[in-house]
């Protein structure tokens, strides 16, 4: 007499506890290996994002100054990582940095902190402002006469 086969018509197909166990151990390293250069490459998004941001700003207070009677100013607040945009004595807006990036007062290359355009967009103030996240650093260079700002990273 034939013998009957009582297993499960489905258990050829599963996956044992020692199979399911290995692949989430490879999962788990797998992700370990990734997780540090994706927090490298969030940091460094949020530092060029924040230095990105501050050129597009100077550039708003140049573009406030060329296009009224009042200087555009940008003040880079030396006690925060907030800056202000101000169009003559009315602040226009107040910005901050991503909160893992830092400007210290030592990292501004500037005789003062305040960075104004007159109606010919013309700088004030000449120099280099860096940005750091504590490993990276962002430099922004400012040139008198037509206030050129330069993402010098981006320029290499």
Known sequence: MAREDHRSPCRGHAFTLIETLI??????????????????VKRAADLDASAL?????LREAQSLGATSSQAG??????????????????TTGTYAFAPDVHYVDGYLQ????????????NAQVAGKIRLTDGVLVRVIALFMGTGLQQASWLTS
Do not use: C
Not at 53 to 57: G, I, N, Q, Y
Not at 73 to 90: E, F, I, K, M
């Open 23 to 40: 692949a989430v151990t490879v999962t788990a390293i797998a992700f370990a290996m990734v997780l540090p250069a994706v927090t490298e």
């Open 53 to 57: 941001a501050l050129v597009s700003r």
């Open 73 to 90: 100013t940008l003040w880079l607040d030396p006690a925060d990582s907030r800056y202000h945009l101000t169009q003559g004595t009315t």
């Open 110 to 121: 500037l005789p003062n902190r305040r960075i104004s355009y007159d109606n010919l967009g």
